[in-house]
């Protein structure tokens, strides 16, 4: 993966504990859902192809799809009662690009 963002404010890259999802985990979900080669070209395909969106197609997931359910859209800045899921919104914003 390419690294887009030169800094991201609140992450420093590396010092994030390890996962408590191990890669046998991930493959038996892989396998669960029936994720195959295909999928994986095809989700690098969609990275290549949107990577310049990613600020839109964010604010869109954000104010059309988490906005209508509400117990996720309790969570926006426009409920009033926003939270630690903003620093989590923040850096979904600049995995594949810098937005701001």
């Known amino acids: 993966m390419k690294k ?3 800094q991201i404010s609140g ?10 999802v191990s890669l046998q985990d991930l493959e038996n979900l892989k396998i669960s859902v029936g994720w195959a080669d295909e999928d994986e070209r095809y989700r ?10 990613t600020k839109p197609l964010v604010d869109h997931w954000r104010r ?5 359910i509400p117990n ?3 969570h926006s800045k ?8 903003d620093s989590v919104c ?11």
């Open 11 to 20: 992450y420093i890259y590396g010092a994030a504990g390890a996962s408590p």
């Open 72 to 74: 996720l859209s309790r």
């Open 44 to 53: 690098h395909m969609a990275g290549d192809v949107l990577s310049d969106q």
């Open 64 to 68: 059309e799809i988490i906005g209508s």
């Open 4 to 6: 887009v963002a030169g």
């Open 90 to 100: 923040s850096l979904a914003r600049h995995h594949r690009v810098h937005c701001g």
């Open 78 to 85: 426009e409920s009033g009662r926003w939270s630690p899921l």
